[in-house]
T-cell receptor, first 111, second 118 residues
Framework: EDQVTQSPEALRLQEGESSSLNCSYT??????LFWYRQDPGKGPEFLFT???AGEEKEKERLKATLTKKESFLHITAPKPEDSATYLC????????????FGKGTRLSVIA | GAVVSQHPSRVICKSGTSVKIECRSL??????MFWYRQFPKQSLMLMAT?????????EQGVEKDKFLINHASLTLSTLTVTSAHPEDSSFYIC??????????????FGPGTRLTVL
């Protein structure tokens, strides 16, 4: 069974304190790993898609990396506005299969 | 680019009435759209996968006669909650997967619709 596990469930950081969120996956065939940010009462906002091990993508203070078993979302010098729930999802096989989501990491950045 | 809109953003209705939620991909075509439901502080729960021009595929436990999905074009899918009851109150989110162009295979989400059934 395809599974996505995110850790930690919740993370509290001081402003400027860099850290990483983890997304480990067990899938039959990876066709893409997705990171989203979700603010309360809003839909998920697309951040990155990674397709192959060794791939990295950056956007402002965020950097996503991918290995054959997991992905990391690195947050450098976070600010309070980075507080949100970060969701990881994988797409397996081909065709119109839906994404398999992890349960998310709730990030709080304290000023 | 890559914007998905939902309408309405909030709706309050009486028990027994039907509510229609629209999901549009504004600047890309989406052969496939997905409908999710989300309870407070929980992750997304997939309800159904909708393919343009064909019947939706519902997840186990989701009543197809209660949650009617229509995907009539490459940019529009609708979810109708029929004979709504208070337990249907939730946050409904649609998602569209780009079927062409530089964002092919990327999946984008709408802002969600908060449904409250009295």
């Amino acid at each position: 069974e395809d599974q996505v596990t995110q850790s930690p469930e919740a993370l509290r950081l001081q402003e400027g304190e860099s850290s990483s969120l983890n997304c480990s996956y067990t899938v039959s065939g990876l066709r893409g790993l997705f990171w989203y940010r979700q603010d309360p009462g809003k839909g998920p906002e697309f951040l990155f898609t990674l397709y192959s091990a060794g791939e990295e993508k950056e956007k402002e203070r965020l950097k996503a990396t991918l290995t054959k078993k997991e992905s990391f979302l690195h947050i450098t010098a976070p600010k309070p506005e980075d507080s949100a729930t970060y969701l990881c999802a994988v797409r397996v096989l081909s065709g119109n299969t839906p994404l398999v989501f992890g349960k998310g990491t709730r990030l709080s950045v304290i000023a | 680019g890559a914007v998905v809109s939902q309408h309405p953003s909030r709706v309050i209705c009486k028990s027994g009435t039907s509510v229609k939620i629209e999901c549009r991909s504004l600047d890309f075509q989406a052969t496939t759209m997905f409908w999710y439901r989300q309870f407070p502080k929980q992750s997304l729960m997939l309800m159904a996968t909708s393919n343009e021009g064909s019947k939706a595929t519902y997840e186990q436990g989701v009543e197809k006669d209660k949650f009617l999905i229509n995907h009539a074009s490459l940019t529009l899918s609708t979810l109708t909650v029929t004979s709504a009851h208070p337990e249907d109150s939730s946050f409904y989110i649609c998602s569209a997967r780009a079927s062409t162009g530089g964002i092919y295979n990327e999946q984008f989400f709408g802002p969600g619709t908060r449904l409250t059934v009295l």
